[in-house]
């Protein structure tokens, strides 16, 4: 089994940043993916970035240029720096933890962006 905790969500204006944490415990394994996918009212869930143990990331293009996903492997935790938030970024963030056919995810954490 893998656990992951997410925190960092919130309220935020047009414009502005926030950053998500995903801390990481159980059985893992030492080569994995994790990712951050979201999903809005109405919406199904869908990829927003993900990063490989060798450091390989993929983004969604829409925030491309704006997000940025980060791991650090000695606390077990991978990070989304969001910035330039705006409102169609309003969802629920949940993490992601992969190895081929096994996925864990997060409880997901609310981020809404409005004025």
């Known amino acids: 089994q893998v656990q992951l905790v997410e925190s960092g969500g919130g309220l935020v204006q047009p414009g502005g940043s926030l950053r998500l944490s995903c801390a990481v415990s159980?059985?893992?394994?030492?080569?994995?993916?994790m990712g951050w996918y979201r999903q809005a009212p109405g919406k199904q869930r869908g990829l927003v970035a993900r990063?490989?143990?060798?450091?390989?990331?993929n983004y969604a293009d829409s925030v491309k240029g704006r997000f940025a996903i980060s791991r650090d492997a000695a606390e077990n935790t991978v990070y989304l720096q969001m910035n330039s938030l705006q409102p169609e970024d309003t969802a629920v963030y949940y993490c992601?933890?992969?190895?081929?056919?096994?996925?864990?995810w997060g409880q997901g954490t609310q981020v809404t962006v409005s004025s």
């Open positions: 159980g059985n893992i394994f030492s080569v994995y993916t």
């Open positions: 992601n933890w992969n190895l081929g056919d096994i996925n864990y």
């Open positions: 990063i490989s143990t060798g450091g390989t990331t």
